[in-house]
Nanobody, 124 residues
């Protein structure tokens, strides 16, 4: 099972960026895929989650209204569209997958499978 996060980069505050997570075929529609982020010296925190089956979503309060998670099952890719970026959004962003994780525990960083992370830097 593999997840590969990509698309990070440097963007100015107020700008937009879309990061992607390609997942291997073993990650079926029974799985939830989430984005987490970790800034230097801080704990890993949940950002958003999507059910590959239903397309239902969860968001952390800190990104609601600014970030949008989506998926393209044919391409086996999950996206995170990030708008109105702030310097405090700077972090390494990781995607993670777990079967039957689309519930109230989605925000806990105890997923079975993790990608390698992609750096997002927002300059002020």
């Amino acid at each position: 099972v593999q997840l590969q996060a990509y698309g990070g980069g440097l963007v100015q505050a107020g700008g937009s960026l879309r990061i992607s997570c390609a997942v291997s075929p073993q990650i079926t529609d029974d799985y939830a895929v989430s984005w987490f982020r970790q800034a230097p010296g801080r704990q890993r925190e949940a950002v958003s989650c999507i059910s590959l089956g239903s397309g239902g979503t969860y968001y952390a309060d800190s990104v609601k209204g600014r970030f949008t998670i989506s998926r393209d099952n044919a391409k086996r890719t999950v996206y995170l569209q990030m708008n109105s970026l702030k310097p405090e959004d700077t972090a390494v962003y990781y995607c993670a997958a777990d079967e039957a994780r689309f519930d109230g525990s989605w925000w806990l960083p105890v997923y079975d499978y993790w990608g390698q992370g992609t750096q997002v830097t927002v300059s002020s």
